[in-house]
C-alpha cells in the first residue's frame, strides 16, 4: 500500500503543479483517444515504470475541473478539506447500509441529515438520505409522491392515472424517472415559466384543476431551486399552496443552487422551504465537495421507509433501524458520500458554508456587471443567479465555447431559453476571486481577437 500512496503523491504534486501552469489539460480529440494514451487492457501484466508513465499521462491529459478555466458545469473547484475526508473515505471503504459495517460513519451521515434537516426548520420525525445524485434523488421524491398517494401502488404497480408537475426549465431527470417510475414520461407536464425562468404558477394550478376533470391523479408538483441554465428559482411559497389545496406532494429540487439553506444573505431564495414534502440538494455542486454528494431530506420520515425499505436477513442483523441506513437508501452497497461534507462542514462551520455560497454570488455580480459595462456583450441572465448568460459580439455560442474547448484556451458551455441561445458561464467554483472571473473574460476576448472570429462566425 505504500507504494501506492507514494505513487499516488507523486501523481498528484505533478498534476497539482502542471495545473499552476497549464489550466487546461491538453484536448484530447475523441476519434484520437486510444491512439494517443494507452488505455488498452491486456492478459499480461505490465511493469512497474510503464505503469506509471500510462497512469500519470492518463492523469495529466484528463480534463481539469478545478482549476479558473473551468467554468463547463455545475460543480468545480477543489476544497482541501473535502478532498482529504473522501480520500479517507475511499481508504476506510465502508457501505453505508449498516451500522455494522459503517459504524461511526452512519453518525457522520446522520448528523449532515440532522443538521440541514434543522436548518430548514423541520422536527425530529424528518430524516433524509444520500443516493448517487441528483437524478436519483429526484427519483426518490417521485417514487415518495406515488407511494404516498396510494401505498398499494408498489405492491400493485401503477394502475392509475397519476401526474407531476415539472417547469420547463427543470431538470431532464424528471421524464426519466417518470418512466422509471411507472408514471410515464407521457403524464409529465411542463409548465411554461415567466419571462425570468420561473414556474408559471397560474397555469400549474389551472393544469391540475384541467387534469383532475380528466380523470387524472396529480401526485408530485417538482419545484426547482436553481434551473440548470438560468439559475432560476421557482416560488415555493405560492406553489406550496397549490400544492396543499390540492393534496399534492411538493419536492424542491435544489441539486443546483439548494445550497442557498446555509446562507443568511441568499436564503430568502427558498423561502418557504420547510413547507415542502422532500428537498435535494448537492454538496457537490455549491458546497463544492468532491463529485458527488447528493442528499434528500424528507419532512416526515415514514415516507422513506415506506418507500425503500426491503428486510434482507444476510444484510441486517445487528442495530436498531436508525441505524441502518440501507432501510432508507435507493441501492443496496452504498459508497461513503457524507465522510467529505463532514470533514469540510466540521472544519469551517455553517458560517463557512454560508461563505461559500455568497462567495458565488460576489463572483456572479462581478461577472455581471463586467459583461453590463460592456456594449459587446448581451445579458440573458437575471440578478441572484450563478449562471451568467450572455453573447459576445453576437458569435454563435456553440461556437465560441466548442473553439474554446478544443484549442484548449478555456472550459465554458451554451444554453438556451425560449429563442436564445447563449453562453452559460457558471461562478460556482469557489476558489476563484474576482481577477479570475475577470481574466475569463480577457482570455475570450484575446482569443476571438486572434481567430478573427467576430468576422469567421457571424454573418
Ligand atoms: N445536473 C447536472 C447538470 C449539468 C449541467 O447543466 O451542467
Given at each position: 500500500?505504500?507504494?501506492?500512496?507514494?505513487?499516488?503523491?507523486?501523481?498528484?504534486?505533478?498534476?497539482?503543479?502542471?495545473?499552476?501552469?497549464?489550466?487546461?489539460?491538453?484536448?484530447?480529440?475523441?476519434?484520437?483517444?486510444?491512439?494517443?494514451?494507452?488505455?488498452?487492457?491486456?492478459?499480461?501484466?505490465?511493469?512497474?515504470?510503464?505503469?506509471?508513465?500510462?497512469?500519470?499521462?492518463?492523469?495529466?491529459?484528463?480534463?481539469?475541473?478545478?482549476?479558473?478555466?473551468?467554468?463547463?458545469?455545475?460543480?468545480?473547484?477543489?476544497?482541501?478539506?473535502?478532498?482529504?475526508?473522501?480520500?479517507?473515505?475511499?481508504?476506510?471503504?465502508?457501505?453505508?447500509?449498516?451500522?455494522?459495517?459503517?459504524?461511526?460513519?452512519?453518525?457522520?451521515?446522520?448528523?449532515?441529515?440532522?443538521?440541514?434537516?434543522?436548518?430548514?426548520?423541520?422536527?425530529?420525525?424528518?430524516?433524509?438520505?444520500?443516493?448517487?445524485?441528483?437524478?436519483?434523488?429526484?427519483?426518490?421524491?417521485?417514487?415518495?409522491?406515488?407511494?404516498?398517494?396510494?401505498?398499494?401502488?408498489?405492491?400493485?404497480?401503477?394502475?392509475?392515472?397519476?401526474?407531476?408537475?415539472?417547469?420547463?426549465?427543470?431538470?431532464?431527470?424528471?421524464?426519466?424517472?417518470?418512466?422509471?417510475?411507472?408514471?410515464?414520461?407521457?403524464?409529465?407536464?411542463?409548465?411554461?415559466?415567466?419571462?425570468?425562468?420561473?414556474?408559471?404558477?397560474?397555469?400549474?394550478?389551472?393544469?391540475?384543476?384541467?387534469?383532475?376533470?380528466?380523470?387524472?391523479?396529480?401526485?408530485?408538483?417538482?419545484?426547482?431551486?436553481?434551473?440548470?441554465?438560468?439559475?432560476?428559482?421557482?416560488?415555493?411559497?405560492?406553489?406550496?399552496?397549490?400544492?396543499?389545496?390540492?393534496?399534492?406532494?411538493?419536492?424542491?429540487?435544489?441539486?443546483?443552487?439548494?445550497?442557498?439553506?446555509?446562507?443568511?444573505?441568499?436564503?430568502?431564495?427558498?423561502?418557504?422551504?420547510?413547507?415542502?414534502?422532500?428537498?435535494?440538494?448537492?454538496?457537490?455542486?455549491?458546497?463544492?465537495?468532491?463529485?458527488?454528494?447528493?442528499?434528500?431530506?424528507?419532512?416526515?420520515?415514514?415516507?422513506?421507509?415506506?418507500?425503500?425499505?426491503?428486510?434482507?436477513?444476510?444484510?441486517?442483523?445487528?442495530?436498531?433501524?436508525?441505524?441502518?441506513?440501507?432501510?432508507?437508501?435507493?441501492?443496496?452497497?452504498?459508497?461513503?458520500?457524507?465522510?467529505?461534507?463532514?470533514?469540510?462542514?466540521?472544519?469551517?462551520?455553517?458560517?463557512?458554508?454560508?461563505?461559500?455560497?455568497?462567495?458565488?454570488f460576489a463572483l456572479a455580480d462581478?461577472?455581471?456587471?463586467?459583461?453590463?459595462?460592456?456594449?459587446?456583450?448581451k445579458l440573458y441572465s437575471y440578478?441572484?443567479?450563478?449562471?451568467?448568460?450572455?453573447?459576445?459580439?453576437?458569435?454563435?455560442?456553440?461556437?465560441?465555447?466548442?473553439?474554446?474547448?478544443?484549442?484548449?484556451?478555456?472550459?465554458?458551455?451554451?444554453?438556451?431559453?425560449?429563442?436564445?441561445?447563449?453562453?452559460?458561464?457558471?461562478?460556482?467554483?469557489?476558489?476563484?476571486?474576482?481577477?479570475?472571473?475577470?481574466?475569463?473574460?480577457?482570455?475570450?476576448?484575446?482569443?476571438?481577437?486572434?481567430?478573427?472570429?467576430?468576422?469567421?462566425?457571424?454573418?
Amino acid at each position: 500500500m505504500e507504494k501506492s500512496i507514494s505513487l499516488f503523491k507523486e501523481i498528484v504534486d505533478q498534476l497539482l503543479q502542471d495545473e499552476k501552469e497549464n489550466p487546461m489539460a491538453e484536448h484530447i480529440p475523441s476519434a484520437e483517444l486510444y491512439d494517443r494514451l494507452d488505455l488498452s487492457l491486456s492478459n499480461e501484466p505490465i511493469d512497474d515504470q510503464r505503469f506509471q508513465e500510462a497512469l500519470t499521462e492518463l492523469v495529466l491529459k484528463t480534463p481539469r475541473t478545478a482549476t479558473n478555466a473551468f467554468f463547463n458545469q455545475l460543480f468545480g473547484g477543489r476544497n482541501e478539506k473535502a478532498v482529504l475526508g473522501d480520500l479517507l473515505a475511499v481508504i476506510l471503504n465502508n457501505s453505508m447500509y449498516t451500522y455494522k459495517a459503517a459504524g461511526p460513519q452512519v453518525g457522520v451521515e446522520k448528523a449532515i441529515l440532522r443538521e440541514i434537516c434543522n436548518l430548514i426548520g423541520w422536527d425530529d420525525n424528518s430524516d433524509g438520505t444520500i443516493a448517487t445524485g441528483g437524478s436519483m434523488t429526484n427519483f426518490m421524491s417521485m417514487l415518495m409522491a406515488r407511494d404516498a398517494f396510494d401505498q398499494k401502488l408498489r405492491f400493485e404497480g401503477v394502475n392509475q392515472k397519476l401526474t407531476v408537475y415539472t417547469s420547463k426549465e427543470s431538470h431532464y431527470s424528471i421524464p426519466k424517472n417518470a418512466a422509471f417510475s411507472g408514471i410515464g414520461r407521457d403524464n409529465v407536464r411542463f409548465i411554461p415559466t415567466n419571462d425570468v425562468g420561473e414556474m408559471d404558477v397560474e397555469v400549474l394550478n389551472g393544469t391540475i384543476a384541467a387534469d383532475k376533470a380528466n380523470g387524472f391523479h396529480p401526485v408530485l408538483v417538482n419545484v426547482t431551486a436553481g434551473t440548470t441554465v438560468l439559475g432560476a428559482f421557482d416560488n415555493i411559497e405560492l406553489i406550496s399552496e397549490v400544492c396543499k389545496e390540492n393534496n399534492i406532494w411538493l419536492h424542491v429540487d435544489g441539486a443546483y443552487c439548494g445550497s442557498v439553506l446555509f446562507s443568511n444573505k441568499y436564503r430568502h431564495l427558498i423561502n418557504g422551504i420547510e413547507k415542502c414534502d422532500s428537498f435535494s440538494v448537492n454538496a457537490h455542486k455549491m458546497i463544492g465537495t468532491p463529485l458527488t454528494c447528493s442528499i434528500i431530506v424528507v419532512k416526515d420520515k415514514a415516507h422513506l421507509r415506506d418507500s425503500f425499505a426491503n428486510d434482507a436477513s444476510y444484510l441486517y442483523q445487528t442495530d436498531h433501524d436508525e441505524f441502518n441506513l440501507g432501510k432508507t437508501s435507493l441501492q443496496c452497497g452504498r459508497r461513503n458520500d457524507a465522510l467529505k461534507f463532514w470533514t469540510l462542514w466540521k472544519s469551517v462551520g455553517t458560517k463557512g458554508l454560508a461563505d461559500i455560497v455568497d462567495h458565488q454570488f460576489a463572483l456572479a455580480d462581478t461577472a455581471r456587471q463586467y459583461i453590463e459595462g460592456n456594449p459587446d456583450y448581451k445579458l440573458y441572465s437575471y440578478d441572484e443567479s450563478i449562471s451568467v448568460c450572455f453573447n459576445y459580439k453576437g458569435i454563435p455560442a456553440r461556437e465560441i465555447c466548442t473553439r474554446l474547448y478544443e484549442e484548449s484556451e478555456l472550459m465554458v458551455g451554451y444554453g438556451s431559453f425560449r429563442d436564445d441561445e447563449f453562453i452559460r458561464f457558471v461562478t460556482i467554483n469557489a476558489q476563484n476571486d474576482h481577477e479570475d472571473i475577470l481574466n475569463f473574460f480577457k482570455t475570450m476576448e484575446q482569443f476571438v481577437e486572434d481567430h478573427d472570429l467576430e468576422r469567421a462566425l457571424t454573418s
